[in-house]
């Protein structure tokens, strides 16, 4: 092998270990999605995502691309007991993060469709538009889907967030 093919493939070796490198964790991105209501993903949506969404062997471990933070899984440094509001924000973030480009595009429209709500990650794929590792786990129609969807299209259906939850 020549000597120009032997730096051709050390660059392209060395690129490769460039890139295999381990995501930063300590990084925060500033996710800016003017339209989606914190306060009511707060108090209303968030505690159906995480029951939907925040078990252990689901979102609530580190690895996943969204993550739940709440009580059920994983935690915001060394929190115990019920969900704090910074882990139902640290979740908000992670949901704007999935696709804020194409979230941005949804908020912004008036009226919003319920159609493009459905494009975006967080529906499609429990949903099973797109690939979900973990199958199907919402379904059209019902109290959990009503909940977040409402939430995305820019008026939150309180009665169907609480009928998503298990009465106390």
Known sequence: ??????????????????????PDDSYTPRVAVLGLDRVSYEA???????????????????????RVYGE???????TVGKT???????????????????????TARTPRSAADAYDLLLLAKPL????HRGGLSLR?????????SSWLLGTVDANACSSALPRP
């Open 72 to 78: 059920g899984g994983l935690r915001l440094g060394t």
């Open 84 to 106: 704090t509001s910074e882990e139902a924000q640290a979740t908000y973030v992670s949901i704007v993060g999935l696709e804020p480009e194409k979230t941005s595009e949804l």
């Open 44 to 66: 209303m949506v968030h505690p159906v995502v995480e029951r939907q969404c925040g078990s252990v062997d689901c979102h609530g471990k580190l690895p996943r691309g969204m």
């Open 128 to 131: 099973t538009r797109e690939r």
């Open 140 to 148: 059209m129609g019902e109290p959990a889907e009503q909940c977040i």
């Open 1 to 22: 092998m020549s000597t120009r093919a032997l730096a051709v493939l050390a660059a392209a070796a060395s690129m490769v270990m460039a890139c295999a490198s381990s």
